[in-house]
Nanobody, 120 residues
């Protein structure tokens, strides 16, 4: 079993920046990702990074979000810049034991989520 704990998030103005962190209780195997869920919407893929450091980004965040990891600390950071009101959501850290995927149901472990609110 792997526990994931997110930190960071909060309230920021349009155009601002935030950093989210996800700490895993142990190395979770293959890939770690961030998903987000806005009010009234389905949870969606944001970014992922696997243990070969290949990175994957949703089109909506390319060029604005950067994903990085620290294998010694089992942490993954998500740096978000040029934030927009439409980025407002609960952000979830997730880990999967298989190959790269953006499919939510294929992720094995989830954090509790952290709120990001971007005011206009």
């Amino acid at each position: 079993q792997v526990q994931l704990v997110e930190s960071g998030g909060g309230l920021v103005q349009d155009g601002g920046s935030l950093r989210l962190s996800c700490a895993a209780s142990r190395r979770p195997a293959h890939e770690m990702a961030w998903f987000r869920q806005a009010p009234g919407k389905a949870r969606e893929f944001v970014v992922a990074i696997d243990w070969s450091e290949s990175k994957y980004y949703a089109d909506a965040v390319k060029g604005r979000f950067t994903n990085s990891k620290d294998i010694y600390k089992n942490t993954v950071d998500l740096r978000m810049t040029s934030l927009k009101p439409e980025d407002t959501a609960v952000y979830y850290c997730a880990a999967n034991k298989g190959r790269h995927t953006i499919v939510e149901s294929l992720y094995d472990y989830w954090g509790q989520g952290t709120q990001v609110t971007v005011s206009s």
